[in-house]
């Protein structure tokens, strides 16, 4: 009998959840993952409780560590990013919480599902789809200066409450996050960001509080703003006309960071919002979706 791609990744769960160890509940740990299933480029808080204060706890998931910190109820909690690339399957949250001279382990099996995403057909100027050899360098430059600055976590939470939209909510989403892209007839690498079509010179705002961390203007990204919101989270804000902050500025949530335009590569004006947490392409809408848990991660 077929089974659906769905139905196998559920009955494996199954499986894995039958057959684990769960030895964190019997040393005393309560673990939550919300959401307990995720797909690519979803953004999940694993809240952990212990017994007692003063132990040290250490996370992994899918080879990257968790970065946790102590919430006003007393518990940890860590976000974890699923790549938009991320290959569907189950992929274990591993705690190793460390009392009394002894270690425990603790696996907690997530299961990852394929994002669906549709394929997008755009048509470009030759330049912007091939760079000119001359402007290589360029490139490879600013994406490695972006690289560097999202491997810094600090281990301090910046934002506040939740997550909002950056734009007036007359201009809604696209829905492009994710989409494959066929550029003059060549596949490409995924979106790896929101776009909200709006008139040049609409407001663009904070989504949170942060740390303006990068201010510029790139090849393909044209004029951008970057901010740190903590604990190895980014949000970016490009194709901006204007930009009205500096680096090193602690804006708040809902703070006018520049206007709309069409710097960098485009086919119309609209802002691009894309999200990071550490080296993980995550979708920013997200965020919103976190609700009240952003606020005491």
Same mark, same amino acid.
């Given at each position: 009998?077929?089974?659906?791609?769905?139905?196998?990744? &559920?009955? @494996?769960?199954?499986?894995?959840?039958?057959?684990?160890?769960?030895?964190?509940? +019997?040393?005393?740990?309560? /673990?939550?993952?919300?959401?307990?299933?995720?797909?690519?480029?979803?953004?999940?808080? /694993?809240?952990?409780?212990?017994?007692?204060?003063?132990?040290?706890?250490?996370?992994?998931?899918?080879?990257? &560590?968790?970065?946790?910190?102590?919430? +006003?109820?007393?518990?940890?909690?860590?976000?974890?990013?699923?790549?938009?690339?991320? =290959?569907?399957?189950?992929?274990?949250?591993?705690?190793?919480?460390?009392?009394?001279?002894?270690? *425990?382990?603790?696996?907690?099996?997530?299961? /990852?599902?394929?994002?669906?995403?549709?394929?997008?057909? @755009?048509?470009?100027?030759?330049?912007? *789809?091939?760079?000119?050899?001359?402007?290589?360098?360029?490139?490879? #430059?600013?994406? #490695?200066?972006? #690289?560097?600055?999202?491997?810094?976590?600090?281990?301090?939470?910046?934002?506040?409450?939740?997550?909002?939209?950056?734009?007036?909510?007359?201009?809604?989403? %696209?829905?492009?996050?994710?989409?494959?892209?066929? @550029?003059?007839?060549? =596949?490409? %690498?995924?979106?790896?960001? #929101?776009?909200?079509?709006?008139?040049?010179?609409?407001?663009? $705002?904070?989504?949170?509080?942060?740390? *303006?961390?990068?201010?510029?203007?790139?090849?393909?990204?044209?004029? %951008?703003?970057?901010?740190?919101?903590?604990?190895?989270?980014?949000?970016?804000?490009?194709?901006?006309?204007?930009?009205?902050?500096?680096?090193?500025? =602690?804006?708040?949530?809902?703070?006018?960071?520049?206007?709309?335009?069409? %710097?960098?590569?485009?086919?119309?004006?609209?802002?691009?919002?894309?999200?990071?947490?550490?080296?993980?392409?995550?979708?920013?809408?997200? $965020?919103?979706?976190?609700?009240?848990?952003?606020?005491?991660?």
């Amino acid at each position: 009998m077929h089974r659906s791609g769905a139905g196998c990744l &559920s009955l @494996l769960l199954a499986f894995a959840t039958l057959f684990l160890p769960d030895l964190g509940a +019997a040393a005393g740990l309560a /673990v939550t993952v919300s959401p307990s299933q995720a797909r690519q480029g979803d953004i999940l808080v /694993v809240r952990v409780a212990v017994p007692e204060a003063g132990e040290t706890l250490r996370g992994t998931f899918a080879g990257r &560590s968790l970065l946790f910190v102590p919430g +006003a109820d007393g518990a940890y909690r860590a976000l974890v990013g699923i790549d938009v690339r991320q =290959l569907p399957g189950i992929y274990p949250v591993t705690l190793h919480w460390r009392t009394r001279g002894a270690e *425990v382990t603790h696996a907690l099996p997530v299961p /990852v599902r394929d994002g669906a995403f549709p394929l997008q057909q @755009l048509t470009l100027p030759p330049r912007m *789809v091939d760079p000119d050899p001359a402007d290589l360098p360029r490139i490879r #430059e600013e994406q #490695e200066h972006l #690289e560097a600055l999202f491997a810094h976590a600090d281990g301090t939470p910046l934002f506040s409450g939740p997550f909002v939209v950056p734009i007036d909510p007359a201009f809604p989403p %696209s829905g492009t996050f994710g989409r494959r892209r066929l @550029l003059n007839g060549q =596949l490409r %690498s995924p979106h790896t960001g #929101e776009d909200f079509p709006a008139p040049a010179g609409t407001p663009v $705002l904070a989504a949170n509080r942060g740390l *303006v961390a990068y201010t510029g203007e790139m090849y393909f990204a044209g004029k %951008s703003v970057v901010l740190d919101h903590g604990l190895g989270l980014y949000t970016l804000y490009t194709h901006l006309d204007t930009i009205a902050v500096e680096p090193g500025e =602690l804006v708040a949530r809902g703070q006018f960071l520049g206007r709309v335009g069409t %710097s960098g590569r485009v086919t119309g004006a609209h802002l691009h919002w894309g999200a990071r947490l550490g080296p993980t392409r995550v979708d920013p809408m997200a $965020l919103l979706r976190l609700g009240d848990m952003a606020s005491q991660p």
